[in-house]
């Protein structure tokens, strides 16, 4: 099983030049912001002052992260999607990132189209380990099936460097079944998002295959599946991976805020409402 040929469509045909006026227009843009403050402030929170940071930003779509990884002191950096079309844009955003950002130094990169959960992205990447694996707000469309799943799980731990770090963003799925019990319905949602589970889920989801509809106010209804995070961890213990961190999203915030110069990035990029 590979992702969705629905989710494939929608990334390809929706992959063009951010329009900032459009974005600033939409309901949704604090979300958006707080989504990328988040990765900002996880990305940071890693940083060590060894160098030598190879980078694997896996599902990278068309590269959101990349002044993200310059920052972080990257020197290298694979970028793996399997919409060619996002790598394409990805590519030209790395481009024209450099040309702009004059002040700090750049990674080497390379740019790979594959798809995580069908094939192994390591064929034309010889003897290659990374400091840091990142597979941002993608890792749950991998949990249709345990081949998809596994497949994934091997492209994304099985070269971390021992002391390197596998991060992630995801969907809380306790959150959604909490929503979901509570309004005794496999739908609901509100004018900005709605949330609709496959009519054949019980009120007890199973570890795999726990697939549910997600629309956001300007996305395309996209499959996606529940990510129990208990076991998500058993199946990293393979990879000799261990747990440091596990938050909501609220949580995460309120840890972070703390931090001054986490607060001044927030206000900087006005991230609430």
């Given at each position: 099983m590979q992702l969705g040929r629905s989710v494939q469509k929608f990334y390809d045909e929706n992959v063009k030049t951010d329009d900032l006026n459009h974005r600033n227009e939409s309901r949704i843009i604090h979300l958006r912001k707080f989504n990328n403050w988040v990765k900002s402030v996880l990305i940071d929170s890693i940083k060590k002052n060894d160098g030598g940071k190879i980078v694997l930003d896996l599902c990278c779509g068309k590269g959101g992260d990349i002044r993200k990884w310059i920052k972080f002191g990257a020197e290298d950096v694979h970028f793996v999607d399997f919409s060619k079309k996002s790598i394409d844009e990805c590519r030209q955003r790395y481009n024209n990132t450099k040309q702009q950002i004059c002040s700090l130094p750049k990674f080497k990169a390379s740019f790979i189209v594959a798809d995580v959960g069908k094939e192994n992205i390591y064929k034309n990447l010889s003897n290659v380990t990374y400091d840091v694996v990142s597979c941002q707000f993608a890792l749950h469309y991998f949990f249709g099936e345990m081949e998809t799943l596994n497949c994934a799980l091997e492209n994304a731990c099985s070269k971390i460097k021992p002391g390197g770090y596998f991060i992630g963003t995801i969907p809380n799925a306790n959150q959604i079944v909490l929503k979901m019990r509570n309004n005794n319905t496999l739908s609901f949602g509100n004018e900005i998002y709605n949330i609709c589970f496959d009519d054949t889920l019980s009120n007890q989801p199973p570890l795999l295959n726990a697939k549910y509809f997600f629309e956001l106010e300007g996305c395309v209804n996209c499959p996606e599946y529940l990510v129990y995070f208990p076991f998500l961890i058993k199946l990293l213990e393979k990879y000799n991976l261990k747990?440091?961190?596990?938050?909501?999203?609220?949580?995460?915030?309120?840890?972070?805020?703390k931090n001054i110069e986490y607060k001044k990035l927030a206000k900087f990029m006005d991230i609430f409402d």
């Open positions: 747990c440091t961190l596990n938050q909501s999203f609220c949580d995460f915030l309120y840890s972070n805020y």
